[in-house]
């Protein structure tokens, strides 16, 4: 029965197979994590009680809101980047390794 599986439990390659599993599984959480917290730090879309306000913003506050919202966006997406590529990663080990 032993002999139809690819890699042995006790071997090597099983051993580094799971090292790697256990790696990157810690990474993708906490990609998820770091994704969440991001996300959340984020301006909504609706003015929401600030519309009825309507405050007067300088024209450095606009700019300084708008390039700290670029930079969460763009961290937001770097972070689902690697967060796709760690998912990836770890299912075609698991194929190599079976």
Do not use: H, P
Request: net charge positive; glycine share 6%.
């Amino acid at each position: 029965m032993s002999a139809l599986l690819a890699v042995s439990f006790d071997s090597t390659e099983f051993l580094v197979y799971r090292i790697l599993s256990i790696i990157c599984l810690i990474l993708v959480f906490l990609t998820a994590l770091v994704t969440i917290i991001i996300v959340l730090f984020q301006k909504s879309n609706s003015d929401g009680i600030q519309g009825i306000t309507a405050s007067s913003e300088t024209f450095y506050g606009k700019n300084r809101g708008r390039s700290i919202e670029s930079k969460l966006k763009k961290w937001t997406w770097i972070c689902l980047g690697v967060l796709a590529f760690l998912s990836i990663a770890i299912y075609i080990v698991g194929i190599i390794v079976q």
